[in-house]
């Protein structure tokens, strides 16, 4: 199953425990698969990098450097009509279009209240995991 991590969910999963890491963990192990473009990767390691520097002991790098060498990289072109509320996430949407994927996975409420655009489904982390995971969570 291909999915679009928003990047609240993607930072949240390494840096803190819950819903997002167990979702990252998934796709660690194969479970489920990542889409980005290069656009969300970037403001991945932006946002990842403002964080890093507040806790000191997580390994972003680790992190970035198999997401670069395992997700599934869409080249996602510009939506034609804004779609959400704030226009900065419709990147989200453009990649899961581009890439193939049908869910998005977020914490922003903006990107939550397009609910389905083009087929595809947004939903909260802990939503994904009751409807398509629903397994015990990793142990850290």
């Known amino acids: 199953m291909k999915i679009v991590l928003d990047t ?6 390494i840096f ?4 997002p890491y167990v979702i990252l963990d998934a796709w660690r192990c194969n479970k489920i698969t990542l889409v980005i473009s290069r656009e969300i990767f970037e403001e ?11 806790f000191k002991g997580v ?6 450097a198999l997401v670069a060498d395992n ?3 869409a080249a996602a072109p510009v939506l034609p009509r804004q779609v959400c509320s704030d226009p900065d996430d419709d990147k989200f949407l453009a990649c899961a279009m581009a890439g193939g994927a049908r869910i ?13 655009y083009g087929g595809i489904r947004v939903l909260t982390p802990r939503e994904f995991l009751e409807k ?9």
């Not at 803190?16 to 819903?19: D, E, H, R, V």
């Not at 390994?59 to 970035?64: E, G, I």
Request: positive net charge; proline residues 6%; aromatic residues 8%.
């Open 59 to 64: 390994s972003l790098a680790t992190w970035l």
């Open 104 to 116: 998005i996975l977020t914490g922003d409420k903006a990107l939550l209240k397009v609910a389905s």
């Open 44 to 54: 991945y390691c932006r946002t990842g990098e403002t964080l890093a520097r507040r």
């Open 71 to 73: 997700a599934i990289l």
């Open 132 to 140: 398509h995971l629903r397994a015990d969570p990793p142990q850290r």
């Open 8 to 13: 609240n969910v993607f930072v949240s999963g």
């Open 16 to 19: 803190f425990s819950g819903p």
